[in-house]
């Protein structure tokens, strides 16, 4: 049993999984809600997976963080929309030399963190895992679920394998979630942004599924050509990525079964769209060096529209 407390900023879709697969295998975990605090204090957590259905009939749920003990891991696992909140969120709970682990999709949350806390370590990780928060403190995990770690330093300069990876791989691992460790984050993020950026971005501009997208000339092309940006957006800090992964990237998602991303649920379900992390970030970062991508660009403004004409939607519903 690990001796590591772990601390989940954001008991959603991934929060929830991991946090509830990590508790099972016995570490000590504490999950912090918003509105799904009563239920789950309650009721606990129900994970129905493909791997097998279980249920936390008791976890330790907060809704306060002054209210968290100190934790040797603080998994960040909220919406990158939220992230303006960490600054109020994380500093209490973790402990001195501790970790924050950021499990979010996107480009830049580390530096963010870092900025916030900057003498914690942190540990950036790409979650290749398809879940839903289906109910108050129920997750409904798909597929996949395995965990790319990598060790951030300023300006992602690489850190190497560390130990700290390692003891965080082995509680995972332990807990049945596959890890792979990286010595490059940066490579690494780039690499999940070859999937985030035409995937999530053109489900919504398109009304798509993963499968419709693939299944059509026009739409795969839009998508190959976004991946080949994402590529040059890379290679614009200095990281390059092989032709064939973005090959693997288009097989992968053939045989994906069909699936509507997290950005389009966000968007049917008029929430804010994790637009800056995932396409606005790394639009930028590859700008401040001169370098344009036109197709991400137009992507971004599109999804820029959309989401601003959804929130004054939900705005009009709210009130
Ligand atoms: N889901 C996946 O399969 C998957 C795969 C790869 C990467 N990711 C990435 O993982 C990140 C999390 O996504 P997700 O799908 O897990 O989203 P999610 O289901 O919406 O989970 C986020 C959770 O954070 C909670 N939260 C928001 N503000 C809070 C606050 N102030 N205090 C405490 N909790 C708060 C939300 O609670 P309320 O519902 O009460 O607001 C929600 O349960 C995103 O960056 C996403 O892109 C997800
Ligand atoms: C790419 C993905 C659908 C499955 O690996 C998931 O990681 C995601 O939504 O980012």
């Not at 806390?117 to 597929?143: E, M, R, T, Y």
Request: hydrophobic share 40%; aromatic share 8%.
């Amino acid at each position: 049993m690990s001796e590591r407390k772990y601390a989940i900023v954001g008991t959603g879709a991934l929060g929830g999984y991991y946090g509830a697969k990590l508790q099972k295998a016995g570490s000590d975990v504490h999950f912090l809600l918003k509105r799904d605090y009563g239920k789950v204090s309650q009721d606990g957590l129900l994970v129905e997976s493909k791997d097998g259905n279980f249920t936390l009939p008791q976890v330790n749920a907060y809704s306060d963080v002054a209210k968290m003990p100190k934790c040797d891991v603080v998994i960040v696992a909220l919406k990158t929309t939220q992230n303006h909140l960490l600054p109020k969120l994380l500093p209490s709970i973790v402990k001195n030399d501790g970790i924050v682990l950021a499990l979010q999709n996107g480009l830049g949350v580390e530096e963010e963190i870092a900025e916030i806390l900057p003498k914690v370590h942190i540990i950036g990780g790409l979650c290749f895992l398809c879940s839903n928060k289906v109910g108050a403190g129920h997750i409904h995990h798909l597929d996949y679920g395995q965990i790319i770690l990598g060790e951030y330093a300023h300006g992602y300069s690489s850190m190497g394998i560390t130990d700290r990876m390692q003891q965080i791989a082995h509680d995972f691992q332990a807990a049945g979630i596959s890890i792979e460790l990286v010595e490059d984050l940066l490579l690494g993020r780039w690499k999940k942004l070859v999937w985030n950026i035409p995937y999530n971005g053109l489900s919504v501009v398109l009304n798509a599924r993963t499968d419709e997208l693939m299944a059509d000339t026009y739409t795969r092309t839009l998508v190959e050509q976004l991946m080949y940006e994402v590529k040059a957006g890379a290679i614009s800090m200095g990281r390059n990525l092989p032709d064939s992964f973005i090959q693997t990237m288009l097989d992968y998602t053939v045989k994906m079964k069909p699936y509507r991303t997290s950005m389009k649920i966000d968007y049917d379900e008029c929430r804010p769209l994790e637009v800056e992390a995932i396409v606005g970030n790394p639009l930028r970062k590859a700008q401040e060096v001169g370098v344009n991508l036109p197709q991400i660009n137009c992507l971004y403004h599109q999804l820029k529209f959309l989401d601003g004409r959804n929130r004054i939607g939900q705005l009009t519903v709210d009130s």
